[in-house]
T-cell receptor
Framework: NAGVTQTPKFQVLKTGQSMTLQCAQDMNHNSMYWYRQDPGMGLRLIYYSASEGTTDKGEVPNGYNVSRLNKREFSLRLESAAPSQTSVYFC???????????????FGDGTRLSIL | TQLLEQSPQFLSIQEGENLTVYCNSSSVFSSLQWYRQEPGEGPVLLVTVVTGGEVKKLKRLTFQFGDARKDSSLHITAAQPGDTGLYLCAGEAGATNKLIFGTGTLLAVQP
């Protein structure tokens, strides 16, 4: 009963290094999301994928890229990490959008990323 | 840009007290969700409210959606230490399933 699994749980990078955060869900959900959480700012959407094969920018996409590898997996890549990207990153999934709106999002436990 | 402001930001109370958390916006939302997040974990959905004026109860938690669907409140009766956590409201604009999250209310209930 894994739900949404994120790896790694913790990572420290140096400025300029690259890294991919992995996310997989086993609930057969169509939609997947990447958020970052910073103190006092709630969760902000970076990118989302409404269905396999599609991705769209969210509120704060700059400095990130994503890949919806298949229905289960949605990865987030930092090509050249910057200290401003120090944050906790959450992946989430939900049933498909559209007329089924209001669907709850199921979150992983997060990746704590520090960039020095 | 749609914003959801939550108040208060922090709340520390004694076990048995009542409290209310507010979630306000100038925008209309088609639905609003409340999540609770515990340290080291992701948010977990508590409730979804859809209709203006709707009230939902979850044991000691009462959720209300404003008549104009721009605001919501969460009332906890007789708070318990197990209620400690970060409470997040999240609004959905249209049937997009994209959520705008509030700034969060960090609640600490002291035994």
């Amino acid at each position: 009963n894994a739900g949404v699994t994120q790896t790694p749980k913790f990572q420290v990078l140096k400025t300029g290094q690259s890294m991919t955060l992995q996310c997989a869900q086993d609930m057969n959900h169509n939609s997947m999301y990447w958020y970052r959480q910073d103190p006092g700012m709630g969760l902000r959407l970076i990118y989302y994928s409404a269905s396999e094969g599609t991705t769209d920018k969210g509120e704060v996409p700059n400095g990130y890229n994503v890949s919806r590898l298949n229905k289960r997996e949605f990865s987030l890549r930092l090509e050249s990490a910057a200290p401003s990207q120090t944050s906790v990153y959450f992946c989430a999934s939900s049933e498909e959008t559209g007329i089924l709106g209001n669907q709850p999002q199921h979150f992983g436990d997060g990746t704590r990323l520090s960039i020095l | 840009t749609q914003l959801l402001e939550q108040s208060p930001q922090f709340l520390s109370i004694q076990e048995g007290e009542n409290l209310t958390v507010y979630c306000n916006s100038s925008s209309v939302f088609s639905s609003l969700q409340w999540y609770r997040q515990e340290p080291g974990e992701g948010p977990v959905l508590l409730v979804t409210v859809v209709t203006g004026g709707e009230v939902k109860k979850l044991k000691r938690l009462t959720f209300q959606f404003g008549d104009a669907r721009k605001d919501s409140s969460l009332h906890i009766t007789a708070a318990q230490p197990g209620d400690t956590g970060l409470y997040l409201c999240a609004g959905e604009a249209g049937a997009t399933n994209k959520l705008i999250f509030g700034t969060g209310t960090l609640l600490a209930v002291q035994p």
